[in-house]
């Protein structure tokens, strides 16, 4: 018997437009295969695939860095397809449904050739929908923090080796990307990679809205399972402000939480463990030049501290902001009030923050920090592989981490206040220094020794954990 077809809505990933199973198009791999008919050679003739490439435009992605030359099949090409197929007497092309994944697969044969494709794109920006996006609910996870935080490292720290540190006995974590082949999926595979392998660590993210990473979690217990797909967004630390408000898509609205990232260059601390961590000149300068005077303030507020003017407005500079303190503040805050201003209160109370001091490993020698009692916690890097991580240290490090953040980063209150719920965290992408080698004409940054990160998962699995409490699955 036939299964019934099953209507399902969900928000696209990429363009978060609600798309229905029903109306998805497909992205068709040929490794070169031919057929007689000239409508299904036209269908996989690759050609610019227009609204994808708009997408992507709008998203400040040109043509050029895309994969546009593309193989599509949308319902509108299906129809005109078997209008040809059928006036030549051919056999018809066909969408399956797939009871398995309340997904559709699409199907065209000649003979003894076989076109086909269960890489369903979303009908209206045409990016591929990662693996059982009909099946499974989705958490999206946005990456928050300044510039050079740690966003990006971050998300390959937890890539690496197979998501190793994800993995638990009773959590298990595999990517979830629709199109493997995908550029930019191969690109974070490859970044992940390296840093697994060499230490080496990716160049900083460019203005542009980037394709999530998407995963699928089986948590098991007892003889239930319950699967749920991640997506992770990471953006460029400037584009966060923007990407609040109106413009592009409006992310940060979309997402269910945040992973904050708070670099120990923001600390007031007497030990500078800043003067490394700051972009140099050129780099502030080089996105300086894509940026609206409101943010180029914001930049010259945080390069300022090395004493470099990057506009002309030095006076104004000098008048206004001579504080170096309010000047860091400002760089820790400005992310928080970006996504505070971007979605106003009463959203902002439907998300949750795991609020995240990152490079934890710069701090641990640092006599301040280790002059707090219990402070051994704040390094601790036992390895869990059962349960998602010990709670009993988790809530230790609340209390503690608190009163750091209040006296050396800025007041929690205000800026956690209104949030669904949050939560503090202190972890090291890397869990090691890292020094800049100089490769032909370009600075590489590698971590010095084995990359071993310091409890990195946990902020990640917290978002999952309220996330699986929201639904009763930890009842
Ligand atoms: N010591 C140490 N350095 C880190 C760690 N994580 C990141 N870094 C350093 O911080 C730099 C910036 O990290 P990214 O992940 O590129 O920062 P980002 O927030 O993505 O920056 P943008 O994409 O420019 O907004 C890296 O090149 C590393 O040198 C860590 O855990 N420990
Ligand atoms: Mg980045
Ligand atoms: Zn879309």
């Known amino acids: ?66 994969d546009a030359e593309r193989m599509i099949v949308d319902n509108q090409i299906l129809t005109e397809l078997n209008q040809e197929l059928n006036a030549a007497g051919k056999t018809l092309a066909v969408k399956n449904y797939d009871p398995d994944n309340y997904g559709y697969t699409f199907s065209a044969r000649e003979g003894a050739i076989h076109l086909f494709s269960n890489t369903m794109i979303c009908p209206y920006c045409h990016n591929a929908l990662p693996q059982n996006f009909f099946r499974y609910d989705m958490l999206m996870v946005g990456m928050a923090g300044s510039v050079d935080s740690g966003k990006t490292v971050y998300i390959n720290s937890l890539m690496m080796d197979g998501y190793h540190v994800l993995q638990r006995d ?43 990473v ?47 990232m708070v670099d120990p260059a923001q600390m007031h601390l007497e030990h500078a463990v800043l003067s490394q961590t700051m972009p140099d000149e050129e780099q502030v300068l080089s996105k300086l030049r894509l940026l609206s005077p409101e943010e180029q303030i914001s930049y010259q507020m945080m390069s300022n501290k090395n004493q470099k003017q990057v506009r002309d407005a030095n006076d104004f500079m000098k008048d206004t ?69 010990n709670m009993e240290h988790h809530f230790l490090r609340q209390d503690l981490l608190a009163e750091i953040f209040d006296q050396k980063v800025f007041r929690l209150q205000r800026n956690l206040d209104d949030y669904k719920e949050s939560s503090l965290f202190v972890i090291s992408s890397l869990g090691c220094e890292t020094e800049v080698i100089q490769d032909g004409a370009q600075e590489i940054v590698k971590a010095v020794g084995k990359v071993r990160p310091i409890r990195v998962e946990e902020p990640l699995l917290w978002l999952i954990m309220k996330y699986m409490q929201e639904r009763g699955w930890l009842d």
Not at 376 to 384: A, G, M, N, P, S
């Open 1 to 66: 018997m036939k299964e019934k077809n099953v209507v399902i809505k969900k928000k696209c990933p990429y363009c978060f437009l609600h798309i229905s199973n029903d109306e998805t198009g497909f992205l068709l791999k040929t490794d070169g295969a031919r057929f007689i008919s000239p409508a299904l050679n036209d269908v996989v003739t690759p050609k610019k695939d227009i609204p994808y490439v708009l997408f992507w435009n709008a998203m400040g992605i040109p043509e050029e860095q895309l």
């Open 170 to 212: 009773n959590l298990m974590v595999r990517n979830a990307a629709g199109n493997t082949s995908d550029p930019s999926h191969l690109e974070m595979e490859k970044n992940a990679d390296l840093l697994f392998r060499q230490g080496i660590c990716p160049a900083a993210t460019s203005k542009a809205f980037r394709k999530p």
């Open 214 to 260: 998407f995963m699928e979690m089986t948590y098991r217990i007892e003889e239930r399972t319950y699967p749920l797909l991640v997506a992770i967004y990471d953006v460029a630390g400037e584009l966060i402000k923007e990407n609040t408000g109106a413009g592009r898509t409006g992310f940060a609205r979309h997402m269910d939480g945040f992973i904050c």
């Open 321 to 389: 902001y001579h504080n170096e303190d309010y000047i860091l503040e400002r760089k820790a805050e400005m992310i928080l009030d970006s996504i505070r201003s971007g979605l106003g209160e009463t959203l902002l109370h439907k998300k949750y923050m795991a609020l995240t001091l990152g490079k934890s490993d710069k701090l641990e020698e640092i006599g301040e920090i280790r002059a707090y009692p219990a402070s051994q916690l704040l390094f601790e890097r036992e390895h869990i592989t059962h349960g998602f991580f």
